[in-house]
């Protein structure tokens, strides 16, 4: 469990570490995860028998990282990751938002670049939201949501969208996705009487369906 537990930690790492900007270091922290996941022993036990030294000869386990599993097998928690959540906090919060619109921390960062988007706009709602949802993980949650509700019904969205959506957040839900069978362009019905499909033509007439279910097509409609 202490594996798998410090692995998901220093992968988190390496995601926080990409959103702050920071390079080849986000490699080296999902390296040590993947060795971690593949030792067929606790580190814990390597540790209690063998102490620092041990965890060093892990592959991709440099000095400092082994000074955090250790850390971490003493207190359960490591303060580097601790403060790093922190520290990116109102980022996390920004390429959450872009996230949600289909734009990974890679393309955000291109188009930053590029001035397509201009990521200073989005700091102060992001520190805004911070602020109104407590945390983190609560101002993710509630992008996510409207992210939901907005996408459904074919509406954009900003950060401040949340705010406005605040008090009806628990309330907001999805359009619920209806849809409706048509053959060869035609609508139809389904008769519960008859228990049987009809295709309604251009003339209004019901024309019993003779053909096969995987030949109706189904329309999400809008």
């Known amino acids: ?89 109102i980022r996390q919060v920004i390429t959450h938002y872009f996230e949600t619109k289909g734009l990974s921390l890679e393309e955000v960062k291109k188009n930053s670049k590029k001035r397509k988007i201009i990521y200073s706009r989005f700091t102060k709602p992001a520190k805004q939201l911070l602020e109104l949802a407590g945390s983190t993980e609560k101002a993710k949650e509630a992008i996510t949501k409207v992210a939901e509700w907005a996408k459904s019904r074919g509406l954009d969205y900003a950060i401040e969208t949340v705010f406005k959506k605040w008090l009806e957040l628990d309330r907001l839900k999805p359009k619920e996705i209806v849809k409706k069978p048509y053959y060869q362009g035609n609508p139809m019905v389904w008769s519960g009487t008859h228990r049987r499909w009809y295709v309604i033509t251009l003339e209004g007439e019901w024309l019993e369906f003779a053909g096969k279910e995987e030949e109706i097509e189904w329309r999400i409609m809008k």
């Open 1 to 89: 469990m202490n594996n798998r537990k410090i692995a998901e930690i220093f992968g988190e790492i390496a995601e926080l570490l990409e959103i702050k900007g920071v390079a080849f270091k986000p490699a080296a922290y999902r390296k040590a995860a993947k060795s971690l996941e593949n030792l067929e022993k606790d580190v814990s036990l390597i540790y209690k028998e063998n102490g620092i030294k041990a965890i060093r000869k892990i592959p991709g386990v440099g000095k400092s990282i082994s000074e955090k599993i250790e850390e971490y097998l003493k207190k359960e928690k490591i303060k580097y990751f601790e403060e790093l959540k922190e520290e990116t906090a």
